[in-house]
């Protein structure tokens, strides 16, 4: 039977905690206040703007400022997505592992389709992903199901048919509510011990290399 692994993008398939980072203090500089550590910012970086903004500047979304804040934190993390982003240790071999057992693999992101699509190709991964679906791309973001069906329809497989692995519990909420199996990638952004007690996902990868034995566990089931 054919299968598709689906990834989160932040956190899971890339390293992009120390950009996002770096647009949420400019916003504090913008201000005339100190820079955070990073060490205080990276676990809300899979949080996107919202939980950027509320760990930096402690802005909720009912502040006045808040979508001009949002708007600007968005200008200048666009401007320097690229300066630290990566992809985590390990997980070229496992695409690559992927594509020579004849996965398809594709990426379900709560980042909008104009940040997502040019750092999927900055990092290299637009050649052999089947498909992007960007924050808002389907008609509700996670941790609605919608995304995870849109890439499943779009690409021709059933969502019995899919894995979806991500490092924030809406990764895992909508996995599980789109029918699919789901993973947690504990190396990621968030608290290991939390998701591995709390989250009910199918399996916890600790790390990048514990992701294609779950992988192909579930696909001989």
């Known amino acids: 039977m054919k299968k598709l692994v689906l990834f989160d993008f932040d956190g899971t398939l890339a390293d992009t905690a120390p950009d996002l980072a770096a647009a949420a203090n400019k916003q504090r500089e913008r201000r005339g206040l100190e820079p955070l550590p990073y060490e205080a910012l990276r676990p809300y970086a899979s949080h996107g703007a919202r939980g950027l903004l509320k760990a930096g500047l402690d802005m909720s979304t009912d502040h006045p400022e808040y979508e001009a804040c949002r708007k ?105 509510a789109a029918g699919m199996a789901t993973v947690v990638a504990a190396y990621g952004y968030c608290d290991r011990e939390i998701a591995r007690q709390t989250w009910n996902a199918d399996a916890v990868a600790d790390e990048p290399d514990d992701l294609w034995p779950v992988i192909r566990g579930w696909a001989n089931q």
């Open 72 to 176: 600007q934190f968005l200008v200048d993390y666009e401007n320097d997505m690229t300066h630290h982003a990566r992809l985590f240790p390990g997980i070229a071999a496992l695409l690559a592992t992927l594509q020579d057992h004849t996965f398809a693999w594709g990426i379900v992101t709560n980042k909008a389709e104009y940040l997502a699509v040019p750092l999927v190709a900055y990092l290299g991964l637009a050649q052999h992903c089947a498909i992007t679906v960007g924050g808002d791309t389907a008609a509700r973001a996670k941790p609605h199901p919608d995304p995870l069906l849109l890439a499943a329809e779009k690409t021709g497989f059933e969502p019995e048919q899919c894995i979806y692995i991500g490092d924030d519990e809406r990764d895992i909420i909508a996995g599980r």
